[in-house]
């Protein structure tokens, strides 16, 4: 008896090896996949301006990356203590507008960086529902609590969140023209915005992201279809009942290591692991000549693992 409607999946041609150069942006679920890439030891940069939500947010960064326009004063605000930027997330906000705006010019330098030595870009889209600040009529990647009577709320068309995804993807391209893009919708339901609301936002992005790939040589990775099709079940979700549990995140890494990592990595994933694993290994006796020997052995398989590949550290 089959009891889980299976979404139908194959390898990547283009996989994701220990040589790999990752970009990772978008929604809190790239943060996610992030953290699994950066457990296993894979080579890349993840959110360098935090969590952005929305495409348009995304083609902000990344157009300001490869111009490397220079943060000033005039793009930080400061609200309840802290200085933000409108298009950043609020984890780079700060109460020194030095420190921040340092920050963000640290971000767009190592993203126009990353941008054009990267093998693999894996962009998350998490809702096609913007916020524009009446003040500049400039759509923002993040409101920081800044007062709702200061945005307008609009949901993107398909249109314009395809017409967006074409100006990333060009951009990207004139400095990286071999760059492979791997687009995903963000399973996480933003069900602030309203349940009927957040399936127009995320059909809305599916429908934009398949028009592109007609178009384009780039990828689509179903992680809102696996979370909506063979995870089926509330169980699979956080005590919020909107954001994917550690068991579904699991599962769903599980099969993007099956699309996007190349078998070649494999078996150094398996050792990465087993290092990772004995790292958090707390013995009942440091000193004694047991845990000595597992020491002894740990070290040497770190020492086997970096001689082949020189970027990877514990």
Not at 122 to 141: D, E, F, H, K, P
Not at 148 to 156: A, D, G, R, Y
Not at 225 to 240: G, N, Q, S, T, V
Not at 255 to 273: C, G, L, N, P
Request: overall charge neutral.
């Amino acid at each position: 008896m089959n009891l889980l409607t299976k979404i139908p999946l194959s390898k990547s041609k283009n996989p994701i090896d220990y040589s790999s150069q990752l970009l990772l942006l978008g929604s809190c679920f790239s943060e996610n996949i992030g953290a699994k890439l950066a457990y296993y030891k894979f080579q890349g940069l993840q959110n360098p301006f935090g969590i952005l939500f929305h495409p348009l947010a995304i083609e902000k960064l990344i157009q300001k990356s490869i111009h490397q326009e220079l943060i000033t004063e005039k793009d930080v605000f400061s609200e309840n203590g802290q200085w933000h930027s409108f298009d950043a997330h609020s984890c780079l906000s700060n109460p020194s507008k030095k420190i921040v705006i340092t920050d963000l010019n640290a971000a767009v330098e190592n993203t126009s960086a990353q941008l054009k030595k990267a093998s693999h870009i894996i962009i998350t889209l998490g809702t096609a529902w913007v916020y524009r600040n009446t003040s500049c009529n400039q759509v923002v990647a993040n409101c920081h609590k800044v007062p709702q009577s200061n945005f307008t709320k609009e949901l993107l068309s398909v249109d314009e969140v395809e017409k967006s995804l074409n100006r990333t993807i060009a951009l990207v391209h004139s400095v990286n023209p071999a760059v492979q893009f791997i687009f995903t919708v963000s399973p996480v339901r933003h069900l602030k915005d309203g349940f009927v609301e957040n399936q127009r936002s995320k059909a809305h992005l599916i429908s934009a992201i398949h028009n592109v790939l007609a178009e384009n040589k780039i990828s689509y990775f179903p992680s809102y279809e696996l979370m909506m099709d063979e995870l089926r079940d509330y169980r699979f979700y956080a005590k919020d009942m909107i954001h994917p549990n550690e068991l579904a995140i699991d599962y769903i890494w599980e099969k993007f290591v099956e699309v996007w990592i190349s078998q070649s990595a494999y078996i150094t994933m398996e050792k990465v692991q087993k290092i990772q694993t004995g790292l958090l290994h707390r013995p009942f006796n440091e000193k004694s000549e047991q845990h000595q020997k597992f020491l002894f052995k740990l070290n040497e398989l770190k020492s086997e693992i970096q001689k082949e590949f020189s970027h990877i550290r514990f």
